[in-house]
């Protein structure tokens, strides 16, 4: 069975740095799209990055680009979001996703990916 699970969250001032990890267990994960999403209070669950665990090949979205890093370890199973200069708007519960898939496709709907980890709060104050 795959579980996920996220950890790093916490609160920091605007303009400083933290690193999100997920830790991946129940199957090899070589086939496997990895994501970062995020949702806020009152808004839809957005898509942040993710990563083919494969190549290594990655994808952004446009409010995150040249910030945040997405990485993978796979010696220990587990994908990083390096997040730095932090804004308050960066504010929500940031959610570690997975899809076995045997090519590399982005993916940035919620509804495509299958494991979803239970997420951990990240909040950056002004």
């Known amino acids: 069975q795959v579980q996920l699970e996220e950890s790093g969250g916490g609160l920091v001032q605007a303009g400083n740095s933290l690193r999100l990890s997920c830790a991946a267990s129940g199957r090899t994960f070589s086939s496997h799209t990895m994501a970062w999403f995020r949702q806020a209070p009152g808004k839809e669950r957005q898509f942040v990055a993710s990563v083919w665990w494969g190549s290594g090949a990655v994808y952004y979205a446009d409010s995150v680009k040249g910030r945040f890093t997405i990485s993978r370890d796979n010696a220990k199973n587990t994908v990083y979001l390096q997040m730095n200069s932090l804004k308050p708007e960066d504010t929500a519960v940031y959610y570690c996703?997975?899809?076995?898939?045997?090519?590399?496709?982005?993916?940035?709907?919620?509804?495509?990916?299958?494991?979803w980890g239970p997420g951990t709060q990240v909040t950056v104050s002004s």
């Open positions: 996703a997975a899809k076995y898939i045997g090519i590399w496709v982005p993916m940035t709907t919620p509804g495509e990916y299958d494991y």
